[in-house]
């Protein structure tokens, strides 16, 4: 095996990408969304190619024993790929934030003081698994006027090579630089690592993908970092909540899908509730294959369902499978207290027809989506309305909750004058 020189190629490709960025930042929407329609164009022409260069990743897999649901994950078909290829072309849609001017006011001076979105730069893309990936950050990193260095897991460099050399061919046909969108084409873990030390020429690392590869960005970036690493998110049904909306809402959260980030984990229930709302809602969650596992005035109410008993471990879990945490708590206070223990800062969702509960929630609990009479399935940058994302933060700068467009860019002040001078 030929040794790589990581910091050498890191810098190769950081200072194409930083040149590629001052490119990106001056072109006109026009011709990025050219280069989406074109990527798009390109990928459905190629579909046999990327196929094939997905069925030696497939391959590749199986024979190191991966698990099914990571097999999943990595498999194209025809679909898949058409709705990589529709999702460029939603992208395209979208509004251009680069440019756009808000909160101008005037100064007692005269001078005009106001915002500019701009482009964030070069972003350090770091992903496992899913080789749509490539295709999804790719394209709102070029609608939002960044370069992107793209850095997929091993098991689909084969088909992230295919894609990336799909999206770079539309760059060219587009009349814009190619090194706008790089893919790093070796497996070599020592990439990462100098990637996430490229300091003078990344401006930002996006990781998505398990918690161990969460951690490790976080450890080692001198680039600053937009992520969220667990997803602890809770469902509170108080004690006016409405039992049909209840039992609605949280087999929703829970059950509609398990391996993602926004699915419920723990659900608290008002004591005042617990009779009345939890023995059908734990009756559905065990009907579609859930594991409960309660504390022991759940296990109490719910004395002829099969009810695990829940450790502290469980409180702090996410599961990401078909598994929930049930607690009965003594009030809104309690529910609160809970949350700002154990949850990670995804998304939490309160269950009342009571205002005052609704609102108190609303403004204390500390969490990236806060709900109120909403599934935690819902946060997602699509039903959002930001059109797609590329991650979740639950930081606090400089973007929050699901990363759209706008959050690859920031601001800069602008400042309009007519001549005028400081006295």
């Not at 300091?199 to 490790?216: A, H, N």
Request: proline share 3%; net charge negative.
């Amino acid at each position: 095996m030929v040794e790589i020189d990581a910091s050498a190629m890191m810098e190769s490709i950081g200072k194409q990408a930083k040149t590629a960025a001052g490119c990106m930042r001056m072109a006109d929407t026009k011709a990025k969304n050219s280069a989406l329609h074109l990527a798009a164009t390109i990928i459905r022409r190629q579909m046999n190619e990327i196929l094939k260069a997905n069925s030696m990743d497939m391959k590749l897999a199986e024979a190191r024993g991966v698990e099914a649901a990571l097999l999943d994950r990595l498999l194209l078909n025809g679909d898949r790929i058409e709705a990589m290829a529709e999702g460029l072309e939603q992208i395209a849609a979208l509004p251009d934030p680069v440019g756009a001017i808000d909160n101008l006011s005037y100064r007692p001076s005269g001078i005009q003081v106001g915002h500019m979105r701009v482009p964030l730069g070069v972003i350090g893309m770091i992903y496992e698994s899913r080789p749509n990936v490539t295709a999804d950050a790719a394209g709102l990193c070029l609608k939002s006027g960044n370069a992107v260095i793209l850095r997929g897991g091993s098991e689909s460099i084969h088909s992230n090579r295919a894609i990336a050399a799909c999206l770079r061919r539309a760059l060219v046909d587009a009349g814009l630089s190619q090194n706008s969108v790089q893919l790093i084409d070796s497996t070599d873990r020592a990439l990462v690592g100098a990637l996430l030390t490229s300091d003078s020429y990344v401006d930002v690392i996006i990781p998505r993908g398990g918690k161990s590869l969460i951690e490790r960005v976080t450890a080692e970036s001198r680039v600053p970092v937009i992520k969220h690493l667990d997803g602890i998110c809770h469902v509170y049904i108080d004690a006016s909540a409405d039992p049909a909306m209840a039992l609605a809402i949280a087999v929703n959260a829970k059950t509609h899908r398990y391996g993602v980030c926004n699915a419920m984990e723990t659900l608290l229930v008002h004591q005042d509730a617990a009779a009345e709302c939890l023995p059908s809602i734990a009756q559905a969650m065990i009907d579609k294959g859930v594991e409960l596992r309660g504390c022991e005035r759940t296990q109490a109410i719910c004395v002829e369902l099969p009810v695990k008993t829940a450790t502290e471990a469980d409180w702090a879990s996410e599961y990401l499978a078909a598994i929930v945490s049930v607690l009965i708590v003594d009030d809104l206070t309690a529910a609160i207290a809970h949350i700002e223990r154990y949850a990670s800062g995804h998304t939490e969702s309160i269950v009342t027809a009571d205002y005052d509960s609704g609102q108190r929630f609303l403004r204390e609990v500390d969490s990236s989506s806060v709900m109120w009479n909403a599934s935690t399935r819902f946060a997602d940058g699509f039903e959002y309305g930001l059109g797609a994302e590329i991650g979740i933060s639950t930081d606090r700068l400089h973007v929050r909750g699901p990363v759209g467009l706008e959050g690859l860019t920031t601001q800069k002040w602008i400042v309009l004058g007519h001549g005028e001078i400081r006295s």
